[in-house]
């Protein structure tokens, strides 16, 4: 569930990118700590074409 996150792909993909380079070391810790689903939220952004990359801690 991505309650309180924004629906349009581009602008979550900001505001999550910004979240692990300034408070998560990982995506599991942030989907944690916010209550995410990662599959949901991993979807959500494959729609524009990105996928987390864990060394950068960031999709790209």
């Known amino acids: 569930m991505l309650t309180g996150l924004p629906g349009d792909p581009v602008i979550l993909l ?3 990118n910004t979240k692990l380079r300034d408070y998560y070391p990982t995506l599991e810790a942030l989907c944690d700590d916010m209550q995410i689903d ?3 939220l991993s ?3 494959d729609l524009i ?3 987390y990359d864990a060394r950068r ?3 790209v």
Do not use: G, P, T
């Open 49 to 51: 074409d990105y996928e």
């Open 43 to 45: 979807e959500k952004l």
């Open 14 to 16: 900001s505001v999550i």
């Open 38 to 40: 990662r599959k949901e």
């Open 57 to 59: 801690n960031q999709f």
